[in-house]
């Protein structure tokens, strides 16, 4: 999956000409943080909310300071993903040799995360803790597989203050009672388990929180 295929295309962008409060008013409406801005298809960065704040209501945007944060078309969803992370951004423009094509905003990923990666197929999540030297992905999808069930996400993450890893995965049934004594008798700590389809709001706090695990 490539970052052209989850463009954004109704994403409004803004000119050098608008006014901060003109600039504010599209972000609080669109709930982004972030603004591509854009002269006859040339892409001239990205200005923040926090930047706009700073400024008088009546300034124009080419007073305010441009990011040059920008992605290309075929930067794949998992990099695009790390790039968020690592600018603090929710709005990525995707550039093509100095034109603005369109922007890959959380939103996007999200539903890329939803339908493509298996967060929003139904079945149950379960989380584990373990030390890095117990992480065994084959073994963690066997015991899964002769339980009669199938992973359909999985996701690695280190605890904060700790040397324990989080491993965060989603089964195609909500019957887990079994899997989960078929994890304990082979010495996996289960942290908690969900029994039901991810909601919406539950799984963006899980991406703001992959997000965050993502800064340096």
Not at 155 to 178: C, M, P, R, W, Y
Not at 191 to 199: D, W
Request: charged residues 25%; glycine residues 4%.
């Amino acid at each position: 999956m490539r970052a052209q295929r989850i463009l954004n295309m109704d994403l409004p962008v803004l000119a050098l000409t608008d006014q901060v409060s003109r600039a504010l008013e599209v972000m609080d409406e669109f709930k982004v943080m972030h603004l591509p801005v854009v002269e006859e298809d040339v892409y001239k960065g990205t200005v923040s909310e926090a930047q706009l704040l700073e400024l008088d209501a009546s300034a124009l945007i080419a007073e305010a300071p441009l990011s040059e944060e920008s992605i290309g078309m075929e930067l794949h969803l998992y990099d695009v993903v790390a790039r968020m992370g690592w600018s603090d951004v929710d709005v990525l423009p995707v550039v093509h040799e100095g034109l603005y094509r369109g922007a890959v905003d959380r939103a996007a990923v999200l539903r890329f995360l939803a339908k493509r990666a298996g967060w929003g197929f139904p079945g149950s999540t379960i989380v584990l803790e373990l030390l890095p030297k117990d992480l065994s992905p084959g073994e963690l999808f066997r015991i899964v597989e002769v339980d009669g069930a199938q992973v359909t996400s999985y996701n690695v993450a280190a605890v904060e203050n700790s040397e324990l890893l989080e491993v965060t995965f989603k089964v195609n049934t909500e019957e887990i009672e079994s899997l989960l004594s078929s994890l304990q008798r082979h010495e996996y700590t289960v942290q908690s388990f969900y029994n039901a389809p991810e909601l919406e709001d539950e799984m963006r706090a899980r991406f703001d929180a992959f997000m965050k695990y993502l800064e340096p």
